[in-house]
């Protein structure tokens, strides 16, 4: 395993009980769970009527992200009879944030009462099966961004010497089931590298051979769930197949359409996550 800086983030301090309280001035039911939007998702999930809906500014204390494709709210949104907080804006280390604004969203959700995340993400593809705007389950997670942000908690501490899966394999293994008969839907690994560039094709090629999908977020989100004690799980968005054509670059206007034509995708999978994660909860 290469050395990993790591950061060592508190579960909740003033910052987080004070958004979740301006939070609770519009909407005081309970939140069963939480998702992370990757880049471009939040026109996915344009249509889906909220309960309640906070711009990031309005939120003291919750910074904003520069990256283009994420719509800088918070959203409370019922799906069946499961309130879920929607994160549309996630923060990067690459984009100058302290290891406790990468894992805000992830604080606040579990000071919120949530149970589960499904954490989102716009990632290159690394198989020569995938296809843009393909979804991908991600079946296990690789960090490669050199940064390891622990959340002190007594879960961590009973756990922090034993090697465990970030994503809910079980939970995974059921939406699997449930949607594998659409020919869009894969499952792999997903790495998460720092960023900002994209990767060149020699790293392409080294990524490729244990990956499947690249990327620059989702691992430390993941983590923090982990580490706060809820269940998680991770789907990638197949944005560009990797490697580019020799005489073209990547972009992020690639990203962005490549959201919007998986639209109604994201939103089907996404309602496959969280009802088969509800009637886990109901058991």
Known sequence: MAAQHIHHVPATDDRVASIVKTCRTLYTGPVQGACIAGSGFHAAFSDIP????????????????????????????????????????RFHLYDGHPPANVILPVRIAAELGSAFLVCTNAAGGLRSTFHV???????????????????????????????????D???????????SEHSWLQRGAYCSVSGPSYETRAEIGLFSTF?????????????????????????????????????????????????????????????????????????
């Open 133 to 167: 705007a393909d979804l991908m389950l991600a079946d296990a997670l690789i960090n490669r961004s050199g940064h390891r942000i622990v959340v002190r908690t007594n879960y961590h501490e009973r756990n922090r010497t034993r090697g465990t899966e970030l994503t």
């Open 211 to 283: 990956a499947d999908a690249i990327g620059m977020s989702t691992v430390h989100e993941m983590q923090a769930a982990q580490d706060l004690g809820m269940q998680a799980m991770a789907f990638s968005l197949i944005s560009n197949c990797l490697p580019p054509p020799v005489d073209g670059g990547l972009s992020h206007s690639e990203v962005l359409a490549a959201a919007e034509r998986a639209g109604p995708r994201i939103v089907a999978l996404l309602e496959t996550c969280i009802k088969v994660a509800g009637e886990r909860d109901a058991r």
């Open 50 to 89: 909220r309960i309640a809906s906070f711009p990031y500014a309005e939120l003291e204390g919750m910074p904003g992200t520069t990256v283009q494709g994420h719509a800088n709210s918070l959203d409370f949104v019922r799906f069946g009879e499961t309130v879920v907080a929607i994160f549309l804006g």
């Open 169 to 179: 394999a079980l939970w995974t293994q059921r939406v699997w089931t449930r949607m």
